[in-house]
Each structure stands twice: as structure tokens, then as C-alpha cells.
């Protein structure tokens, strides 16, 4: 039986009518965290653009989302996209290989992650691990991955563990941590203050973390202000640091305010 005249999977059907669909807080991914049975790690984390819950399958997931989700441009991150069944049939028969099924049935082939971003060609991206790179069958599913997102005229990009530097990793998770605090701490604070709070550290070549100890001391402020500050502001792109330089070992001097520092308007909760 030709792959074409086989019946789709009637739980990937019965997705297909509400997931997928929509873009920001509106998108649903086509795969839940609690629909699968995984032997590693899955989660649900608020993206800082998309202001939703999304669903990473695995750790890798977490750090490829976590790279684009702080990546200036991104203006919004669909996972796990599944694409149309009538154009991954149509691939597979060009590329001559059997299109991915279950016990006889079609399965929708998805993408990990679709990033849009402003002014730019979007982005799809495949995340595996470089040992399953090994297995025919991956192959041949990112194949019908490359094959449909370049019809459409966006990037495809694999991404891999080899991607990403252990420094950078931890730090994404540090900055993501921080929009999800929601306290009100900061939030009378402005762009203006956060600039006046900068200049002070300016010229300073010691530590990031000794000099914010010192100004909590100094203004009498709760312990760990200070700190919470830039890693908020980093968080929210309104400060540069070296991201390949575990946050534990920045010092003031490696800091500096974005290009685009003077056309944020908002205090600091909004923009994070």
C-alpha cells in the first residue's frame, strides 16, 4: 500500500483541529509535555515573547529555546509545528523514503522550534542530539523537515548539544529565571534609573556581583537588589553581557547598555 493511500493517525487528526494553529499566546503546539512518556526531562516555561506556557520535550529543547527566546529580534517561538500531512506525503515521495507511521498509520511530521523574527527570515530548527544523528530514520525525518521549511522560504537550522558552551547554557537559564519572578521589587523602577544605576558602575573593574553587594550595603537596600537589577535588565535586553562568561564571573567593566537603550520607554517589568 502506497504511504498516500494510508489513514492518519486518529489522535495526530483530532490535534490537527486545534493545535498548530495561531502565533503568540494563541498558538497551541501540536505536542503537550503530559501527553508524552519521556525517560528524560520535559517542560513548561513562560517564553519571554510569546507571554505562554511552551513545551520543551528535553533539556536541549530548554537550551534552544532559551538561546532564541533572549535573541533580540525574536518576536515569537512555535514548538513542536506540525506540518501538513498533504505536503510531508508529497516530500517523502520525492525523496523516495517512507513517510513516518505507527502500527500502519500516518504521523504528523513536527518541527521543534519556528522562530519569527522582526524584519528577518524566520527560522525552523530540528534539536537532537548528536548520537541520534546515527539513526537512519532521524535523518530521513529531518530530511522531509529541511525539504518543507525551505518551500517555504524560511532557514533550517540543527541543533545540536555541540551548539551551545556549557557558560552560555547557564546563563540563559539564570536570565530566564529572572522573568519569571514577578515581584514587585522593581517595578516602580524606569529605564532612567536603570541608566542612573549604570553610570555608577562605569569604569569599575571589579566583580559585577562584590560591587552590587556593596551599593545594597551603601542605599541600605534588601541583599541581592542590586544584583537582581542587571540580571533582570540583561534579561530584558536592555544591558549586553558577555553570555559566553558564566554570569558568577562578570565583571562591571563587561557590561553596557544597548544601542537601543534610549528608544525603550516602560519600566523594567514591562519590556522583560
Same mark, same amino acid.
Given at each position: 500500500?502506497?504511504?498516500?493511500?494510508?489513514?492518519?493517525?486518529?489522535?495526530?487528526?483530532?490535534?490537527?483541529?486545534?493545535?498548530?494553529?495561531?502565533?503568540?499566546?494563541?498558538?497551541?503546539? $501540536?505536542?503537550?509535555?503530559?501527553? !508524552? @512518556?519521556?525517560?528524560?526531562? @520535559?517542560?513548561? !516555561?513562560?517564553?519571554?515573547?510569546?507571554?505562554?506556557?511552551?513545551?520543551?520535550?528535553?533539556?536541549?529543547?530548554?537550551?534552544?529555546?532559551?538561546?532564541?527566546?533572549?535573541?533580540?529580534?525574536?518576536?515569537?517561538?512555535?514548538?513542536?509545528?506540525?506540518?501538513?500531512? %498533504?505536503?510531508?506525503?508529497?516530500?517523502?515521495?520525492? *525523496?523516495?523514503?517512507?513517510?513516518?507511521? #505507527?502500527?500502519?498509520?500516518?504521523?504528523?511530521?513536527? +518541527?521543534?522550534?519556528?522562530?519569527?523574527?522582526?524584519?528577518?527570515?524566520?527560522?525552523?530548527?530540528?534539536?537532537?542530539?548528536?548520537?541520534?544523528?546515527?539513526?537512519?530514520?532521524?535523518?530521513?525525518?529531518?530530511?522531509?523537515?529541511?525539504?518543507?521549511?525551505?518551500?517555504?522560504?524560511?532557514?533550517?537550522?540543527? $541543533?545540536? /548539544?555541540?551548539?551551545? +558552551?556549557?557558560?552560555?547554557?547557564?546563563?540563559?537559564?539564570?536570565?530566564?529565571?529572572?522573568?519569571?519572578? *514577578?515581584?514587585?521589587?522593581?517595578?516602580?523602577? @524606569?529605564?532612567?534609573?536603570?541608566?542612573? #544605576?549604570?553610570?555608577?558602575?562605569?569604569?569599575?573593574?571589579?566583580?559585577?556581583?562584590? +560591587?552590587?553587594?556593596?551599593?545594597?550595603?551603601?542605599?541600605?537596600? /534588601?541583599?541581592? $537588589?542590586?544584583?537582581?537589577?542587571?540580571?533582570?535588565?540583561?534579561?530584558?535586553?536592555? #544591558?549586553?553581557?558577555?553570555?559566553?562568561?558564566?554570569?558568577?564571573?562578570?565583571?562591571?567593566?563587561? *557590561?553596557?547598555?544597548?544601542?537601543? $537603550? @534610549?528608544?525603550? %520607554?516602560?519600566?523594567?517589568?514591562?519590556?522583560?
Amino acid at each position: 500500500m502506497r504511504d498516500s493511500e494510508r489513514l492518519l493517525d486518529p489522535s495526530d487528526e483530532k490535534r490537527l483541529k486545534t493545535r498548530g494553529l495561531g502565533s503568540g499566546r494563541s498558538y497551541e503546539p $501540536f505536542i503537550k509535555v503530559h501527553e !508524552i @512518556s519521556s525517560k528524560g526531562e @520535559s517542560f513548561r !516555561i513562560l517564553g519571554k515573547n510569546s507571554t505562554r506556557p511552551h513545551h520543551l520535550l528535553s533539556r536541549l529543547e530548554l537550551s534552544a529555546f532559551l538561546v532564541f527566546d533572549q535573541y533580540q529580534p525574536t518576536t515569537d517561538i512555535k514548538e513542536q509545528y506540525p506540518l501538513p500531512i %498533504v505536503d510531508s506525503l508529497s516530500i517523502c515521495e520525492r *525523496l523516495g523514503i517512507k513517510h513516518p507511521q #505507527i502500527a500502519g498509520k500516518l504521523k504528523v511530521v513536527t +518541527t521543534d522550534l519556528v522562530v519569527e523574527l522582526k524584519n528577518k527570515t524566520g527560522i525552523a530548527i530540528a534539536v537532537k542530539y548528536a548520537d541520534d544523528l546515527d539513526d537512519l530514520r532521524v535523518v530521513e525525518k529531518l530530511q522531509i523537515e529541511k525539504v518543507f521549511w525551505e518551500q517555504q522560504g524560511y532557514l533550517w537550522r540543527l $541543533f545540536t /548539544e555541540q551548539e551551545i +558552551t556549557p557558560s552560555i547554557k547557564e546563563n540563559l537559564e539564570w536570565l530566564h529565571a529572572a522573568n519569571q519572578n *514577578l515581584d514587585n521589587l522593581y517595578s516602580e523602577l @524606569s529605564t532612567l534609573d536603570i541608566q542612573l #544605576i549604570f553610570k555608577r558602575l562605569k569604569g569599575i573593574n571589579k566583580r559585577l556581583s562584590t +560591587t552590587c553587594a556593596a551599593l545594597d550595603d551603601e542605599y541600605s537596600c /534588601e541583599p541581592g $537588589f542590586h544584583i537582581g537589577l542587571f540580571r533582570k535588565a540583561v534579561a530584558a535586553n536592555l #544591558i549586553d553581557a558577555p553570555l559566553n562568561t558564566v554570569f558568577r564571573q562578570w565583571s562591571c567593566s563587561d *557590561l553596557s547598555l544597548t544601542k537601543n $537603550f @534610549s528608544l525603550i %520607554v516602560g519600566g523594567l517589568l514591562d519590556v522583560s
